[in-house]
């Protein structure tokens, strides 16, 4: 998510959500001020089209670098003509819609609708209050159809994108993707480790000696000391060193944060984090780690990974396989997960991420003529036809449904099946921008084919992570903090991530001593007052805990 306002940009990493019980009162007294506007100017619930006559609705949506042209997009045509709304597409630059979307608001020059825009809960707090954003408590009401179900599939959402006051600003996207939630993985070529008659390590100390092995046994076979034992990238997602190996020394969740003893804390200002940053530079200092990881970013690291001559990477951090080599790239099997590693204490770990939704992806604002349609279109993107369609494609063309007996993921029979892969530029479907609610029964009922199914095979990796993710009541839950504290975090945050950041780069690459820089490490994260930062998420840890 990203913020509206420049001060409150840097809270995006740390995933911050509302979390609130919904309002009844506020709900109905809603639905009294809207009720003269909802009648008339749609169909009744569940029935299509949405509108008698053609209705437009403008619509601001984060550019996509696979999607070809939202106008002409089969998924649009596909909608509009379900619908009867046509959609007058405004496209926000993928890499600048944050600047796009605060620009617009402030200037009061906005669409009807923001789709895929990532509107933060901040943002959802202060124009919703100003008359901005709508709030659709009273459409859900009348007109959820698939929003009342996803409530009941999904209990938690309607909690994590309620606002304190009991109004609801956005549609979110559910996303319950099981190798997603055990992400923080590591990649190892296995015919290295096959030639050289390696096991898979399953402790630090035997990683350590896989690693060398890779750089001083020639592996690759071309006679040349080319081999890259591990790498990774500058950001995600998950392909940071500072994801992975630490949790072979502390217990984290997927922020770097922790629960104890029901108090808030971080991970990068405790002695195990230390230990971990040793680990590090010990393989850093002989030359078992490149130094492209603190450098280049995911493109780069893919380029690396589909060298076309030869293979010459040996372990690489990423969520997935697709991070750093294609899915019908011949290398792609060859790569397998290592499992968490223990370390030296013999803490084995491995962060997990229980929460599934994207707030923010479907807003509704005062300048929408008829906002029960744009509700309603909304509503229905929550179906699973219009879910498979905007995020693989049309039926019978880009997925099938399986033959009776053909198996999913889960082992049951399975629902649909890709017959076309995903991530290539095309015009089919919105490339899983918006709203959509992919359940995590819907995820694992794709069709398990053994030979070609990168579902299954990212769930059977998955499941060596499993055992060792990490106690939910150990994790720091999606938060909702006020106005005033976001403000003040997204400043404390941006600069102890910064800080933290830069730390733990020099003291890897040996540019800075760990064992003699720490305590001043240390003390200038509490110059940066690191106390406040998590003064703050404890008051609203304690508020979470209090209502549950």
Known sequence: ????????????????????????????????????????????????????????????????????????????????????????????????????????????????????????????????KDGVFIPLNPYIDKYGVEMKKMFEQVTYVKDLITMPDGKIYSVPQVNDCYHCSLGQKMWIYKPWLDKLGLKMPETTEEFYQVLKAFKEKDPNGNGKADEIPLVGATNGPSSTLDLFLPSAFIEKDFNLRFVKDGKVQVAYNQPEWKEALKYLNKMFAEGLISPQTFTQDRNQLKQMGMNPEIPILGAIASQNQTVFVDVDNARFKDYISVPPLKGPTGIRSTAYNPYAVSAGQYVVTNKAKNPAAAFRMADLLLSEEATLRSTQGRPDQE????????????????????????????????????????????????????????????????????????????IVPPLFFTNEQAEELSTLEKTLTDYRTEFFAKTVTGSLDVEKEWNNYLSTLDKMNIKRYLEIYQQAYTQFKAKK
């Open 399 to 474: 997925w099938v449904r399986p033959a009776q007996g053909e198996l999913g993921v889960n082992g049951k029979q399975a629902v649909w099946k890709p017959i076309v892969s995903f991530g290539k530029l095309q015009n089919i479907h919105w490339a899983q921008a918006g709203p959509s609610l992919r359940t995590n029964e819907l995820r694992l009922s794709v069709a398990a084919d053994p030979k070609n199914s990168l579902e299954l095979i990212l769930y059977n990796e998955t499941k060596k992570y499993e055992p060792f993710g990490t106690n939910p009541s150990k």
């Open 1 to 128: 998510m990203k913020r509206g306002l420049k001060a409150l940009v840097a809270i995006t990493a740390s995933s911050v959500v509302l979390l609130s019980a919904c309002s009844d009162s506020g709900s109905k007294e809603a639905a009294k001020q809207t009720e003269a506007i909802i009648d008339d100017q749609v169909t009744p619930a569940g029935q299509f089209p949405i509108t008698k006559e053609k209705t437009t609705l403008k619509v601001m949506v984060k550019g996509s670098s696979i999607v070809e042209n939202f106008a002409t997009n089969e998924f649009t045509k596909w909608l509009e003509e379900k619908t009867n709304i046509h959609i007058d597409w405004e496209v926000a630059p993928e890499k600048t819609f944050a600047e796009k979307l605060n620009v617009s608001l402030a200037s009061g020059d906005y669409p009807d609708v923001l789709l895929n825009m990532s509107v933060s809960p901040i943002q959802q707090s202060i124009y919703g």
